[in-house]
């Protein structure tokens, strides 16, 4: 599973003659390729990517965990238009503790973030994104920090809502509030569009955001189009229910919102 998602298996030959099929006929806009981590995973991964290029005229992302920039070389060689390579968390220090060493991760954030830069040398500013998961235990200063560096490394952050699922070390902690998302996902998209920087926001004493640095018509221009609240990520990207039951409460619209969903997500910004 990734998030609330399950992923059926199928035969290659058969999701590549869909993809083939599905893209001539103007239904699918990107394929996106995600990886666990094992052994083999950048061979088959660098297989799949240039069988997919081969099919199909579509942009191709891979969102994966490349162990040196070697392996990043070679997805860009294969076929991938874009990379995403996972931060998750907001501080090095949740990072340590959801997927470090204290998690008996191999990973680190230093190295991840030097991965990006790598990325970034190979794919061009842009076309490398990474993926924070709100709900972590971070502050709303801490995520906006982070989203300000990476956009300033040239790397486009996406967004994510924790998602507690059953049997993980997690399933027992809360989502965040849908009000504490709504002002990080207006922050991104301001920081990402380069109507805002994280220097100019105002923060409480608990580190929520109580001004985002810019003057109102352009805040509420941002807000009436919906758009800060869509899903994020690669470009056509939409990633449905990913993480929130159909029940609500939404947090990334995988589609345009209408004029009612507007004024709500507009009232749960709640910034007094």
């Known amino acids: 599973m990734l998030s609330r998602v399950s992923w059926p298996a199928f035969p290659t030959k058969r999701v590549l003659n869909g993809i083939e099929k599905t893209a001539k006929n103007g239904g699918i806009k990107r394929v996106c390729i995600q990886a666990l981590n094992y052994p083999e995973v950048f061979a088959h991964l660098q297989a799949l990517v240039r069988a997919v290029s081969q099919h199909a005229e579509v942009p191709i992302s891979v969102s994966c965990q490349p162990l040196n920039p070697e392996n990043i070389r070679r997805l860009a060689e294969a076929g991938a238009e874009r990379i995403g390579i996972p931060l998750d968390a907001a501080t090095e220090e949740i990072f340590d503790r959801v997927k ?6 191999p990973y680190e954030m230093n190295r991840q ?20 998961i709100a709900g972590l235990g971070e502050t709303e200063k801490e995520m906006v920090d982070i989203i300000q560096k990476c956009v300033d490394m040239g790397v486009l952050p996406a967004l994510f809502a924790f998602t507690p699922v059953a049997g993980t070390a997690l399933e027992n902690r809360k989502p965040p509030s849908i009000q504490q998302y709504r002002r990080i996902q207006l922050a991104r998209h301001l920081i990402v569009h380069g109507a805002a920087r994280a220097e100019n926001f105002k923060f409480n004493e608990e580190g929520r955001i109580i001004d985002f640095g810019v003057e109102e018509q352009t805040l509420r221009h941002f807000i009436s189009s919906g758009t800060p609240f869509l899903t994020s ?14 029940s609500g409460p939404i947090y990334n ?7 009612e969903e507007i004024r709500k997500a507009a009232e749960e910004l709640t910034l007094t």
Do not use: S, W
Not at 113 to 132: M, N, P, Q, S, W
Not at 253 to 259: G, H, I, K, L, N
């Open 100 to 105: 470090g060493v204290a998690a008996g991760g």
């Open 113 to 132: 973030l030097a991965l990006l830069e790598e990325a970034v040398k190979i794919f061009g500013r842009g076309k490398v994104t990474t993926h924070f």
């Open 233 to 246: 990520g690669c470009p056509d990207c939409n990633r449905p229910y990913y993480n929130e039951k159909p």
């Open 253 to 259: 619209y995988p589609r345009p919102m209408c004029a």
